[in-house]
Every structure is written in structure tokens, then in C-alpha cells.
């Protein structure tokens, strides 16, 4: 047990980026992630999660003021993810500054492509208020994405964000800046995710790894100030 608590730990805290973050850094980073996971865990749970889109887009135009509502704090979530790669930058690159910063650029063009289809997806819904499309017609439309922007745009979300993730929990884990269990975290968030398609679930796995991710950027703080004692 002592060597799974060991494994899990910031083997010194003083030494951590966050320790020589300012107070109020320390504060916008932490609630930076936490803010851009919550949102996001906000946004699934209001929405049910369908596997076919005509079904997604029939709840939708049944419960509109709730399927606003879930889109809303999916686009407000952006901002928050975006400055959730630049801690992650922080707090990787003095050791492992190649991983960091790929993983830095992959997860921005992610973020980029996130927000593509956040707009992509507010059309849509907006389509599906308006009640003078066929829905059958749309989902058709929206499931055989075809056009160079679409594809790029699914690249950029699916490609860069997934692989950024997994080279992100690999600097995180090298730099030794952070617990050993965050980057385990988010690597189990994006296969929940992902391959299997329980995205409340997962999103509920980054929080909890936002959450702590936070917890252990504060804590850096209270690190330094007793080292300089």
C-alpha cells in the first residue's frame, strides 16, 4: 500500500512548477480546471447520450430550453480547456519539455477543433428549433460529414485532442510535478471517452483529475512558502 501511496504522490512539492506560480496564478490555474471540467460534466448531464443522431436531435427539438442550456456550458467549458492546456505546458515542460510542449500543441489544435464543432453543433440546434427542417434530413446531413472543412475540422478534434491528451498524462508523468494518479486519470477519461462511448462517465473522470490536479497545485504553494521560511 506505502508503494502505491508512494507512486501516486509528488515525490516534493517545492521543486513542483506551481511552487513558484504567484498566489493568484496558483488560484487562476486551479480554478482554470476545475471551471472547464465542471462545465463540461454539466453539459453531458443534461443532455441524454444517444447513439443515433436522428434520436439526439428528436430530444432535442422535445426539450429545447435544456438542450440550450447543455450547449451553453459546452461552449463556455472552451476557454477554461484552452487555459487547462497552458498549466498543463507549465507544470511539464522544465522535464520533459519536448512531450510538454507536443502535447501542448496537439491539445490547442484539439481545443481549436472543439470549438469548431461546439459552433458546428449550435447551427445544428438551431436548425433543429427552427421546426422547418426534416430531422431525418438533417441527421443524414450531419452523419456523413464529407466537405474538407468537416473532415478537418474532425481531425483537428478527434485526432489532435485524443493524442494530445495521452502525450500530455505522459510529460505530466515524467515531470513528476503533479501525482503519478493524474495522468493514470486522464488517460482512463479519454477511453471512457472514446472507445467506450460513456462521455458523462469520462468527463466525471477528468473532473475528479482536474479536481486533484488543482488540489496539488495549491498545496505547491503552502510547499514554497515553507521552504523559503
Known sequence: MSAVLS?????????????????????AAAGTLVVGATFQVLA????????????????????????????TFDLLAVPFLF?????????????APRLAWTGGILLGLGMCGLMAVQGYETL?????????????ALADVVDNLSTAPEIAMGIMFIVCA????????????RS???????????????????????????HVIALVAASWLAYSIVRAGGASARGTA
Open 7 to 27: 507512486a501516486l504522490a509528488v515525490s516534493d512539492r517545492s521543486s513542483s512548477p506551481a511552487a513558484r506560480f504567484t498566489p493568484l496564478g496558483r488560484l
Open 44 to 71: 453531458f448531464a443534461l443532455i441524454p447520450d444517444y447513439s443515433k443522431t436522428l434520436d439526439r436531435l428528436q430530444w432535442v427539438a422535445a426539450h429545447p430550453a435544456q438542450a440550450q442550456v447543455s450547449k
Open 83 to 95: 487555459g487547462g492546456v497552458i498549466v498543463y505546458v507549465l507544470l511539464g515542460r522544465e522535464r
Open 124 to 136: 445544428e440546434f438551431a436548425l433543429v428549433h427552427d421546426g422547418r427542417f426534416d430531422l431525418r
Open 162 to 173: 485524443v493524442l494530445g491528451i495521452v502525450v500530455t498524462a505522459v510529460a505530466l508523468w
Open 176 to 202: 513528476r510535478a503533479v501525482p503519478r494518479g493524474i495522468p493514470l486519470l486522464l488517460v482512463v477519461f479519454i477511453v471512457v471517452d472514446a472507445p467506450l462511448s460513456q462521455p458523462l462517465l469520462g
